[in-house]
């Protein structure tokens, strides 16, 4: 059963940068794939950018490409997102997903745990 708790959500003015963190206990870290996600009101949740086991391939949605990035460290077992030049469309609670099987798929039932979410708001 693996934890996942996100943090470093919250106000930032449009064109900064934030950094979200995802701290997951139980389970071994590096035996998942892991992701971000995001939902707004109204919508549905959304792939934002995934990340494999070893941390060699990173996948992003074409709307955070460039501006977005996915890391993780194995030593402190956390996943970060470091978002750069922030768009009044990025607001929204971001997610942190885990899953055995995946680390590439954009689909939110493919990933297994789950995160509480950290909220993100763009004022421009």
């Known amino acids: 059963q693996v934890q996942l708790v996100e943090s470093g959500g919250g106000s930032v003015q449009a064109g900064g940068s934030l950094r979200l963190s995802c701290v997951a206990s139980g389970g071994a870290f590096s035996d998942y794939g892991m992701a971000w996600f995001r939902q707004s009101p109204g919508k549905e949740r959304e792939f934002v950018s995934s990340?494999?086991?070893?941390?060699?391939?990173?996948f992003y949605a074409d709307s955070v490409k460039g501006r977005f990035t996915i890391t993780r460290d194995k030593g402190i077992r956390t996943l970060y997102l470091h978002m750069d030049r922030i768009e009044s469309e990025d607001t929204g609670v971001y997610y942190c997903?885990?899953?055995?099987?995946?680390?590439?798929?954009?689909?939110?039932?493919?990933?297994?745990?789950w995160g509480q979410g950290t909220q993100v708001t763009v004022s421009s």
């Open positions: 997903a885990a899953d055995r099987e995946t680390y590439d798929s954009k689909r939110p039932t493919d990933y297994e745990y």
């Open positions: 990340i494999s086991w070893g941390a060699s391939y990173t």
